[in-house]
């Protein structure tokens, strides 16, 4: 069998070390490099001192190192054709072209899509001008409380790290936000369009999906945890907390959700261009009914911390299968178990943030096995393993903060409530100078069963 060398393009945090440390039990499975990495990825393989967004030198890598397979698994490249460039170099590789991801870099693409296609998502006008954008806000009729259907939500319509959505319950609120985001630029050049639709009530759920462009295998439905602080307070950040599967969720829901949302989307997408790789919408389950909030081209981080966890398919297989449109060919199993992925993040984010903090209670190259930086030192528990995000190792041959999402601490159990269990007892093991977290992961999902 001949071991494949591998390289995965991301944004170096606890996705990319996830999808790498499942990569890593494949029997098919060679050298792994990554572009970005962090420490952990570092004990996986090779991290290289290459960024995602820089293609030819990427593409020069891949020719050059012989690389069999490359999983372009972040927003950033996608949105830049990484996959287009790397095709046109007959390289082969995973991940939807520059076109079909575009379902996830421009919000005013995806909601013109989903109403196209009579797919359920919220009211929205969408505007490339400020000035029509504010007189907009200021006809509506006053807006309410937060729980108001008068209340409502603006969007950049580019890629913004996923923070680019703000609530608003004033007029006052609405027009500093279009200011901020059309004029001051705070998200760059993803707001030189917004979205502005009404704002949704009910729970949050993510839905993942693989796709070959032809077919497609659903994942169970999970739960991010967006916001910074507890009961969903504070700022919005890149995700802090993951459950799955979603003890609340029925086979009746599912199928809803498949056949109003999923079937017709990944139809209408393949019929424009086959969408290859991961399909990501996340949902509002509505007294309406499952409502569409935006589509994503790849793995949620945290997301796929979970998803890691519970696949039981070699995940080698279904990247190869999904590339040669054989989807259907393959098996996708997931384990009889729930996970959950809490995460340890730096002091002031999603704000600023001091850098170089020493990590401890978890393993610092204490030996050559693939998995040592995944253990915590105080625990043998095969249930537990810890993703890397925001880490290096610096001169001093230390583990230290390098981001704002540091750590994922993973945990699988029999009940979602023994896997948020042990996470959190593995959590009080370890410790970094301003390290914050929710301790409430998990805790609206199990409200919900009660």
């Known amino acids: ?15 990319e070390h996830a999808i790498g440390w499942k990569i890593a039990q494949s029997p098919r499975a060679g050298k792994l490099f990554f572009a970005r990495g962090n420490a952990g990825t570092a004990e996986l393989g090779t991290n290289l001192e290459i960024k995602e967004r820089e293609i030819s030198k990427l593409i020069d890598f891949a020719k050059n190192e012989k690389i069999d397979l490359t999983l372009v698994v972040a927003d950033e490249p996608l949105a830049l054709g990484v996959v287009d460039e790397f095709k046109k170099n007959n390289l082969r590789v995973w991940g939807p072209t520059k076109v079909a991801a575009q379902i996830e870099w421009s919000k005013a693409y995806s909601k013109n899509f989903m109403r196209k ?35 409502l939500v ?23 936000t279009l200011e901020e985001m059309m004029i001051k630029k705070v998200f760059g050049g993803a707001g030189n369009e917004v979205v502005i639709e009404e704002f949704l009530t009910g729970p949050e759920i993510s839905i993942h999906v693989f796709s070959d462009g032809k077919t497609y295998k659903i994942f169970p439905a999970s739960q991010d945890h967006k916001k910074i602080g507890e009961r969903d307070t504070g700022l919005n950040t890149g995700g802090v907390g993951v459950v799955a599967p979603l ?31 991961i399909l990501y919408p996340g949902l509002m389950l509505t007294p309406d009914g499952p409502k569409i909030l ?11 911390e979970a998803y890691m966890r519970l696949l039981d398919t070699d995940l080698l297989d279904i990247v190869d299968a999904s590339i040669d449109g054989k989807l259907e060919e393959v098996e996708v199993r997931w384990k009889n178990k729930f996970a959950c992925n809490v995460v340890l993040c730096s002091g002031g984010y999603p704000g600023s943030y001091e850098k170089e ?51 994922g601490v993973s945990a699988l159990g ?29 805790k609206k999902a199990l409200e919900m069963i009660k």
């Open 117 to 151: 296609h009579n797919l359920p998502t919220a009211r929205f006008e969408i505007f490339s001008n400020f000035e029509k954008a504010k007189a907009y806000l200021e006809a509506r009729p006053p807006l309410g409380g937060l729980a108001s259907k008068s209340s």
């Open 294 to 304: 935006e589509f994503n081209a790849r793995f949620g981080d945290p997301e796929a």
């Open 414 to 442: 029999n009940s979602l409530e023994e896997a948020l269990e042990k996470a959190y007892k593995t959590i009080e093991k370890i410790s970094f100078e301003g390290m914050q977290y929710r301790r409430d992961i998990g």
């Open 357 to 407: 903090k020493i990590i401890s209670g978890v393993c610092q190259r204490v030996s050559l096995t693939k998995d040592s930086m995944s253990k915590s030192l105080f625990d043998n528990d095969d249930d537990i393993v810890i993703f890397h995000a925001g880490t290096k190792i610096n001169e001093r041959e230390q583990l230290v903060t390098n981001g704002g999402r540091v750590l």
């Open 1 to 15: 069998m001949k071991k494949q060398k591998i390289l995965i393009i991301g944004a170096g945090g606890g996705r």
């Open 247 to 277: 003890p609340f969720m029925n086979k009746e829901m599912m199928q809803r959700i498949e056949k109003e949302i999923i079937a017709p989307t990944i139809k209408n997408l393949n019929a424009e261009e086959p969408f290859v790789g």
């Open 154 to 176: 603006i969007k950049a319509s580019g890629l913004a790290l996923g923070k680019g959505v703000v609530i608003v319950k004033t007029l006052s609120e609405s027009l500093q």
